[in-house]
């Protein structure tokens, strides 16, 4: 086969490739956010370890406990954040609308518009364009839909986390050869360990930013400033733009209810301070160039993945990029793959396999 049929071939396995995981996302999705999450609870797992003094003596299952604790405390006090906030918002709704509708009419003066609008013209020109019923359906058809896919989702790390105690016997028996399995489990445990690092370092540090955001947001005033930290905490695991929306949503939302540009301008360079001193500083201290992604590769996965599996794609665009990489680099063949989408071009020498744990102390 000539080099044009490799291309032919290799350009229209992608794109197949990519239909399939256009298609199919309702079921890939919750499938790779249950990987992930896996990986964060192994992740922590392992950090909780590393503790100097009792990290040594801590059992693996209690490790594990701790772990899948935490983030359901964290999940559920997510979820109760929301709901409590939503009924905020439904009292405080009349003072928004004043409000607002201030801020628009300042806005038409300042454009030179001629009659500044009042509500009732904003209603006529909003409901003219929206279906109510069919709003209030999509609405709670997402909602639904989305509290299917946390069930699906846990019961996928479950069976996850029980998967893994026999995963190594599994390794073994992928290949007669043994150099085989063991280039096949020097793979697995890279990406073992780099992926379930990176996860949980990057948990430990979004929700150190939440904190830094709320007590910004708390200091100034801002109403819902828990619910906005945690939006900001979660915004921060999408690359670039997720910083850049983190700022926005609250500032938007300051604007609103201070009427004050002068401290809508206060609070956005300080949380613009806060996402820039941990993310120029902490972030890479703690993480250093873990991935080794490219950050042009970054910035085109986060693309591909979006159009492909829209906000989730977003969130899940670093994590799958990285082990694509890790994959790639770990096999001759396609090792220039992974050098093209590396930051720098350095993989790393091929350090022998290492030994997976034991299947009583399995980690990973």
């Known amino acids: 086969m000539d080099r044009l049929q490799k291309v032919f071939f290799g350009v229209a ?5 990519g239909w399939v995981l256009h298609v199919g996302k309702q079921v890939f999705v919750p499938i790779v956010f249950s990987v992930l999450i896996a990986y964060v609870i192994v992740g922590l797992a392992r950090l909780q370890r590393r503790i100097p003094g009792i990290g040594g003596r801590l059992p693996t299952a209690a490790c594990f406990t701790l772990s899948i604790l935490g983030i359901g405390l964290v999940l559920a006090a997510g979820v109760s954040l929301i709901v ?4 905020k918002v439904v009292e405080l709704a009349p003072e928004y609308q004043e409000s607002l509708l201030l801020q628009i009419q300042r806005l038409a003066v300042f454009l030179g518009i001629e009659a500044a609008p009042t509500w009732t013209t904003l209603q006529e020109d909003v409901l003219s364009q929206i279906s109510l019923q069919a709003l209030v359906g999509s609405t709670v058809a997402s909602v639904t839909g989305i ?11 479950t069976f996850l986390l ?8 599994k390794v073994d028996r992928l290949s007669d050869d043994p150099g085989n399995v063991a280039q096949i489990r020097r793979v697995v445990h890279d990406v073992n360990s780099r992926i379930g690092t990176y996860l949980a370092l990057k948990t430990f540090i979004n929700i150190l930013l939440g904190v830094v955001s709320w007590a910004i947001m708390s200091i100034m005033g801002v109403e819902f400033a828990a619910f906005w930290a945690v939006v900001i905490a979660l915004l921060n695991y999408v ?25 809508v301008v206060v609070l956005m360079v300080s949380l613009s301070a806060a996402q820039f001193l941990i993310g120029s500083f902490l972030d890479p201290f703690l993480m250093g160039n873990s991935l080794n992604l490219s950050p042009f590769v970054i910035l085109a996965s986060l693309a591909i993945w ?9 969130f899940l665009a670093v994590p799958i990029t990285a082990v694509l990489l890790i994959i790639l680099a770990g096999f001759p063949g396609t090792r220039p793959i992974a050098v093209l989408l590396s930051r720098n071009g350095e993989l790393g020498a091929h350090e022998p396999a290492l030994p997976l744990p034991a299947p009583q102390e399995k980690e990973a």
């Not at 609250?250 to 604007?255: D, E, F, H, N, T």
């Open 84 to 87: 409590t906030n939503v009924g």
């Open 147 to 157: 509290l299917a896919t946390l069930l699906i989702v846990l019961l996928y790390v």
């Open 162 to 169: 029980l998967e893994q105690r026999v995963f190594s016997d």
């Open 239 to 263: 690359p670039y733009i997720g910083s850049f929306l983190g700022v926005l949503f609250p500032v938007a939302m300051s604007l609103v209810q201070f009427g004050d540009l002068a401290s």
């Open 13 to 17: 396995l992608a794109v197949l490739v």
């Open 306 to 314: 979006s159009s492909l599996w829209g906000i989730p794609g977003a």
